[in-house]
């Protein structure tokens, strides 16, 4: 198996191909890819992106990366719509979980609620010639779930390239979040690298 160093220097390489941003050879489905990592290696991750980023971003290569770290985005959103505070009142009162089942309720991540506040934010940005990173999946865990995430964003948005860099093991199919936590749902993306 190839080194994470080695599968991180692959992502531009990959992504630099016309035929992956227009989804070529995929059948006409958007392509959406997980690049799994063992979690230890968050920060070396994180700084690769970073990496990729400002080099890609600073070019002339007619795309650009967009990252969407999750977990700030959440708390962005909280904290626009007034609620960050009442929140950090509530995990003091009435501990973690009732905290998480209330942002859950309130950003609209329940899988019966059509307004979902990260989708539509994401469906918000200048999303033309780029690929989205998705990242911060371990940091909103368990509140923003991936799959969740995914599975909304495979409905309406099927312009661009989408990556979750995700700190567990993705076997093809299931997702195992820290490499420990079985998610027991099925995921319509591609391995990256």
Known sequence: MTGLDERLNMIEKKISEESF???????????????????????????????????????????HIIEVDLFHLMCEILEEEGYLEAFYELEE???????????????????????????????????????????????????????????????????IPVIMFYPGAYSGQDLKLFGTMESKNYYRAFRLV
């Open 93 to 159: 009162n009435n501990g973690f979980f009732d905290t998480a089942e209330s942002i859950v309720e309130t950003l609209g991540l329940d899988e019966t609620n059509e307004l979902n506040l990260i989708i539509s934010r994401i469906l918000s940005m200048d999303l033309a010639d780029g690929v989205l990173f998705l990242t911060g999946i371990g940091k909103c865990h368990p509140i923003i779930a991936s799959h969740n995430i995914l599975n909304n964003l495979h409905q309406v948005l099927d312009t």
């Open 21 to 63: 941003r227009t989804n070529s050879g995929l059948g006409n489905e958007v392509g959406y890819y997980v690049f799994d990592y063992d979690p230890r290696q968050e920060l070396f991750v994180r700084n690769h992106i970073q990496y990729l980023k400002e080099k890609i971003n600073n070019s002339n290569r007619g795309f």
